[in-house]
């Protein structure tokens, strides 16, 4: 009888056997009665509670979530109720320090691409306003003033990458306000006169205005290089070219335009601030309660306030789009430094009416067509013709010359001595000989 290899000799040698299969294993029941560990009664599946107990917990726990919501609820709007209550003087401290800090970093030496990034990211840790919500301000703004936004056009069906293309909510720019950059850019040499109205309506102390009030004067010790003057003037302007003469008066008209757009915009750091402070009040009498007559009165200044910014901001926008036609005057005057043309041309460039995008735009090209009969693209140049030279100018000219002596010289070398003719006169005298004897004899 063949014994199997896979299974032992005999029942004796079985548990000595290398070759002996072990017996399987028993199976567990998975159906044994459960009690949950709460009460006497039969826990569900998977579960150490019963179905009475498991609802029990659901019930209390969902009374403690809402708990816990409500008191984080009431823990951000208490934080970030103390938060915007911190005084204007604190905050300009803040700005203050920051902008110090910024200054010793910018003392040791940084790529572009790191100054850059440090730039981005302070903008970005010194910005207050949450960047999310700017959307939707934008989206209440329109529906207040009844601007819609531009219809979105509509892209290809096949196109599976279109939530690449949406575009964002922009600001609404009026007409009106359109009208005024216009206006001002038409004006791109004129100074930007400030009336008594704007001392009036942003007044600061005189220690204050001194920073901005005067354009600043140029250091004695540079402007000494383009002077002429024998003692040190402040100044005085010595430039020989006129491009560059005009370079500097458009930048003088360009802070000055810049020192009226700064005027509005401190004071309304000043009054936003404050807004910002009356609403939180309002908001927290609602709260408490107050009587409604005394917040009624209370809006009086927020009314005020919001007058004062709807002017504010017009003024910041005129005085701002002066400031750029002036910029580009300066910018025209650099660009046509090169131009070999006269002084009356380049400035009737210079003035033209900025248009935006190009320098000098449209009004340059009717220019050149008119000049050159439509056959030229590019501005004319002056030909230095061939001048006739004046004899008594090249001779005072060479009088001045270091070498008059040696050229006086040798020009007197080289003149004919006093030499009446020697004996060439014997030949020439042939046939009057006899009238000259006796010529000779009546003396």
């Known amino acids: ?54 609802r029990r917990l659901a019930g209390d726990a969902a009374a403690d979530t809402a708990d816990v919501m409500r008191w984080i609820r009431e ?52 910005s207050t306003f949450d960047m999310s919500l700017v959307e ?87 402007s000494r290089l383009s002077s002429k003057t024998l003692l040190p003037v402040e100044d005085v302007m010595s430039f020989l070219n006129p491009m560059d003469r005009k370079m500097e008066s458009s930048l003088k008209k360009t802070y000055l335009a810049l ?27 609602l709260k408490e309660g107050v009587n409604r007559r005394d917040i009624i009165e209370s809006l009086a200044e927020l009314k005020l306030g919001t007058d004062f910014v709807t002017e504010a901001s017009v003024d910041m926008v005129r005085s701002s789009s002066r400031a750029m036609a002036l910029s580009i005057a300066a910018r025209r005057a ?42 030229g693209v590019f501005l004319p140049q002056e030909r230095k013709g061939f001048k006739p030279t004046d004899f008594r100018t090249d001779r005072s000219s060479f009088r001045n010359k270091s070498n008059f002596s040696e050229q006086r010289n040798f020009r007197f070398a080289r003149q004919p001595t006093q030499w009446r003719g020697g004996q060439s006169s014997l030949f020439k005298n042939q046939r009057g000989r006899g009238t000259e004897v006796k010529s000779t004899k009546r003396f």
């Open 1 to 54: 009888m063949e014994i199997n290899p896979q299974v032992p000799s005999s029942p004796e040698n079985a548990a000595t056997d290398i070759r002996s299969v072990p017996a399987p294993r028993k199976s567990l029941s998975k159906e044994k009665n459960r009690i949950c560990v709460a009460c006497d009664n039969t826990a569900l599946k998977h579960s150490k509670l019963c179905e009475r107990c498991t």
């Open 75 to 126: 823990a951000v709007i208490e934080g970030v109720t103390l938060a915007t209550k911190r005084n204007n003087e604190d905050i300009m401290q803040d700005n203050g320090a920051s902008t110090s800090r910024r200054g010793q970093m910018s003392a040791g030496w940084q790529s572009p691409t790191e100054s850059a990034e440090d730039e981005l990211e302070e903008e970005q840790l010194s």
């Open 136 to 222: 939707p301000l934008i989206k209440a703004v329109r529906a207040q003033l009844e601007l819609p936004e531009k219809a979105e056009q509509q892209t290809s069906s096949s196109n599976p990458f279109k939530f690449l293309k949406r575009e964002r909510s922009t600001f609404p720019l009026h007409e009106v306000i359109k009208e005024i950059i216009l206006k001002e850019w038409e004006k791109t040499d004129a100074k930007f006169p400030i009336p008594p109205r704007v001392q009036k309506l942003y007044p600061f102390t005189a220690e204050e205005e001194i920073i901005w009030e005067k354009t600043p004067k140029v250091d004695a010790a540079v």
């Open 259 to 285: 020192r009226a757009t700064c005027r509005p915009a401190l004071a309304l750091t000043s009054v936003a601030r404050a807004m910002q402070m009356w609403l939180q009040n309002v908001e927290l009498a």
């Open 334 to 375: 650099l660009w046509l430094r090169a131009w070999n043309a006269d002084k009356a041309s380049k400035m009737n460039l210079c003035n033209l009416p900025f248009e935006g995008q190009m320098l000098f735009g449209t009004k340059l090209e009717d220019i050149i067509k008119k000049v050159t009969g439509g056959k």
